[in-house]
């Protein structure tokens, strides 16, 4: 989405592309199994302002497709519902992330919820830090889990 271009969006206005979010989930597990990261599948999106349609989501990959010669065919639009979660700032690689998530854990047990992991609530990481340009020690991901009362 650019606003160099002759294609007009109804109340855009110039904005900070979001962080990379990733949507994590293993078939056929129960919860998560930080132990067998080979069976992870996962999604990649970038959060859209609100102005951005369907329509002009559609245009865009047809867009970069022409101009850029780019196999868009598997983007999608899509809306995501997360409804009650709990959520962290993990510091550090992402092999560490289990300790994050125990301490995420530990605070439900407390406050009477547990976790809602499944086909339809994944686990949810926000990459604050760019893994390009950023040492591992120093990176900051929030992690974020769908929850119900226990």
Request: hydrophobic letters at 40%; charged letters at 25%.
């Amino acid at each position: 989405m650019s606003y160099k271009t002759d294609y007009k969006i109804e109340g855009f206005f110039q904005y900070v592309v979001p962080p990379l979010e990733g949507f994590w989930w293993q078939d056929n597990v129960v919860g998560v199994n930080y132990a067998d990261k080979s069976s992870f599948n996962w999604i990649s999106v970038i959060r859209l302002p609100d102005f951005v349609s369907q329509k002009d989501f559609d245009w865009a990959v047809e867009t970069a497709t022409k101009k850029k010669k780019l196999d868009c065919s598997s983007a999608q639009f899509m809306t995501i519902a997360e409804g009650l979660c709990v959520q962290m700032m993990h510091l550090g690689p992402f092999a560490n992330e289990p300790a994050t998530v125990a301490v995420m854990d530990e605070y439900l047990k407390q406050h009477g919820y547990v976790n809602d992991l499944n086909a339809d609530r994944l686990h949810h990481e926000i990459y604050l830090s760019d893994a390009r340009k950023v040492a591992p020690e120093k990176w900051k991901t929030v992690i974020r889990h769908p929850v119900k009362k226990a």
